[in-house]
């Protein structure tokens, strides 16, 4: 049974920051291309960040470029996203999920207020 946990979002203020956290389960997480995605109101769901399986090479969607980080422990199964400098543009449901691996958690909100 794969499970996909987002935590950690909340409200924050604009130029704040947070970190959110994915923990997995029920597939190999240390061979797995790992992604966070976001999704707003009226809007398409938005690929955030992408990172390889050992973690060495990582990439960024344009407006998240030089403010968000993406990492992972695979001693833990676990998928980190260091938002920093938040907008409100940020503000989204924030989700994450693995290549060629079905499902989805039920993402973590993150409001950054104006």
């Known amino acids: 049974q794969v499970q996909l946990v987002e935590s950690g979002g909340g409200l924050v203020q604009i130029g704040e920051s947070r970190r959110l956290s994915c923990t997995a389960s029920?597939?190999?997480?240390?061979?797995?291309?790992m992604r966070w995605w976001r999704q707003s109101p009226g809007k398409e769901r938005e690929l955030v960040a992408t990172i390889v399986p050992d973690g060495r090479i990582t990439s960024y969607g344009n407006s998240v470029e030089g403010r968000f980080t993406i990492s992972r422990d695979n001693s833990k199964n676990t998928l980190y996203l260091q938002m920093n400098e938040l907008t409100a543009e940020d503000t989204a449901v924030y989700y994450c999920?693995?290549?060629?691996?079905?499902?989805w958690g039920q993402g973590t909100q993150v409001t950054v207020s104006s």
């Open positions: 029920g597939f190999t997480f240390s061979r797995s291309m």
């Open positions: 999920n693995a290549l060629l691996v079905r499902g």
